[in-house]
């Protein structure tokens, strides 16, 4: 196990470079699976929910090169089974959406299935809903969910909620279904319209991807392609908040400044000072963030998967802050280490209040998930002294090099080994 000792208290700044987008990505992988042809993938983050995704694709008899850190070609003519089993659905939620890749592909899929996740429970009963409609004979026995049909056919589909995984999941299944799927009520996020745009480079017929009703009209065969996944719309809100939590002044290269609006929008209103370019984006902070009222939304509103980092971002704000979280129902976990370094903050239901402190306290905190432990560096990374962050496993499932990224910006943060306390006397007495 890996632990971060971060010292903080610096205002960073310098440029970084944001990866693909690993949401858009996995459902692009699995979308690769659907042509017998070599399907090339670029930009694709180096972290390890994508490994995982590629370990689950390999185990159905895919063929996976890694052509580097970034690039990957896939071909799906070697599958050899349809089944999925509860090993990869653990390391990896999103290998659901083999269910509607390989049901598009072969009408038949058996994937197990997904537990809750440590920020909610998640059903996937809106995917199951669409696969019936397109003519599927969906059982779930043994904690496995099985699909099979002869042939999908197109069908009107109107979600009960917005979900971005059933979104992707239905459109995947519907894409070589017989004549036209409408989807309505379907998420909006870029990365939806990211995967709609990569099946269509490989002969999909989809329209609206990035509206509130998709359109898909089969077609009998999908074929190889090269495709770029878009830049990662998290990880950049993520080193926005780092640049206005540390008062630091840092520019982001590869982002769509677009899908960052509602990020860009929320830091502007507190106080930093947000410059778009074509494809980057400046951010500089000098003073102390205002307060401010936060209400995560679906795309185009706040993403919940920025949630914690604003959250810290308001801990030290100048007055008290309301954040309201719509998406996930058990998403404040993380404040309870946040406490430890002196914010003040109550969760009430699926509302916290913030009463911002001039500065945090370093402490040593445990990362509860992939968001939260990003947030919970960028607090240690703002605050005057030594912090640990233990369990940084998590970070590393959506965030590429985020130690080596950070020190490049000038923060004095180590990954070493939990049991390695030499590294981290080492650590400390250098930069204390
Ligand atoms: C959601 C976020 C996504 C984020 C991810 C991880 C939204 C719309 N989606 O995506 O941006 O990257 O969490 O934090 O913000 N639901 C059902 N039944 C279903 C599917 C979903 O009840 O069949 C509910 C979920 O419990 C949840 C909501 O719908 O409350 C959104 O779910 P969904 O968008 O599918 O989640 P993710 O795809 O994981």
């Given at each position: 196990m890996n632990q971060y000792i971060i010292k903080g208290g610096k205002s960073l700044a310098g440029e970084v470079t944001i990866g693909g987008a690993k949401n858009a990505a996995l459902g692009i992988l699995a979308g690769a699976i659907m042509t017998d042809d070599e399907v090339t993938i670029e930009n694709l983050p180096d972290v390890s929910d994508i490994n995982a995704l590629l370990e689950a694709i390999k185990a159905i008899g895919a063929k996976v090169d890694r052509i580097d850190a970034h690039t990957v070609k896939i071909s799906g003519a070697s599958i050899h089974s349809t089944v999925v089993d509860y090993d990869y659905i653990q390391k990896i939620?999103?290998?659901?959406?083999?269910?509607?890749?390989?049901?598009?592909?072969y009408g038949k899929a058996s994937v197990a299935m997904p537990g809750g996740c440590k920020i909610g429970s998640r059903p996937i009963d809106q995917h199951i809903k669409g696969f019936k409609a397109l003519g599927a004979k969906v059982v779930t026995e043994n904690s496995m969910i099985n699909a099979?049909?002869?042939?999908?056919?197109?069908?009107?589909?109107?979600?009960?909620?917005?979900?971005?995984?059933?979104?992707?999941?239905?459109?995947?299944?519907?894409?070589?279904?017989?004549?036209?799927?409408?989807?309505?009520?379907?998420?909006?996020?870029?990365?939806?319209?990211?995967?709609?745009?990569?099946?269509?480079?490989?002969?999909?017929?989809?329209?609206?991807?990035?509206?509130?009703?998709?359109?898909?009209?089969?077609?009998?065969?999908?074929?190889?392609?090269?495709?770029?996944?878009?830049?990662?719309?998290?990880?950049?809100?993520?080193?926005?908040?780092?640049?206005?939590?540390?008062?630091?002044?840092?520019?982001?290269?590869?982002?769509?400044?677009?899908?960052?609006?509602?990020?860009?929008?929320?830091?502007?209103?507190?106080?930093?000072?947000?410059?778009?370019?074509?494809?980057?984006?400046?951010?500089?902070?000098?003073?102390?963030?205002?307060?401010?009222?936060?209400?995560?939304?679906?795309?185009?509103?706040?993403?919940?998967?920025?949630?914690?980092?604003?959250?810290?971002?308001?801990?030290?704000?100048?007055?008290?802050?309301t954040i309201n979280e719509n998406i996930w129902e058990d998403r404040f976990k993380y404040v309870a280490e946040l406490r430890k370094m002196g914010a003040v903050i109550t969760v009430e239901g699926s509302t916290a209040f913030v009463e911002g402190q001039p500065k945090l306290s370093p402490a040593v905190m445990e990362a509860p998930d992939l968001r939260a432990g990003a947030a919970l560096t960028i607090a240690a990374l703002q605050a005057d002294g030594v912090s640990i962050l233990t369990d940084i496993e998590y970070i590393e499932r959506g965030y590429e090099k985020f130690d080596e990224k950070l020190r490049s910006l000038g923060a004095e943060i180590m990954k070493v080994d939990s049991e390695d306390y030499k590294a981290v006397q080492k650590f400390k007495l250098e930069i204390v």
């Open positions: 939620r999103a290998s659901y959406y083999l269910l509607g890749a390989l049901l598009g592909k099979s049909v002869n042939n999908l056919r197109g069908s009107h589909i109107f979600l009960d909620m917005v979900s971005v995984g059933a979104t992707i999941n239905i459109m995947l299944a519907a894409v070589m279904a017989q004549g036209q799927t409408i989807i309505e009520n379907v998420a909006k996020e870029p990365h939806i319209v990211d995967v709609a745009n990569f099946l269509n480079s490989m002969g999909a017929n989809i329209k609206g991807a990035g509206t509130d009703v998709i359109r898909i009209r089969g077609v009998e065969r999908l074929h190889g392609s090269t495709y770029s996944c878009i830049p990662d719309q998290i990880e950049a809100g993520t080193f926005m908040c780092l640049a206005t939590a540390t008062k630091g002044d840092i520019t982001l290269k590869n982002v769509i400044p677009k899908h960052l609006e509602a990020i860009t929008a929320k830091l502007v209103e507190i106080g930093a000072d947000i410059i778009e370019n074509d494809d980057s984006v400046r951010v500089v902070c000098k003073d102390r963030p205002g307060s401010a009222i936060v209400k995560t939304r679906v795309y185009p509103g706040f993403p919940t998967d920025m949630q914690p980092q604003i959250t810290v971002v308001l801990a030290t704000a100048d007055g008290v802050s």
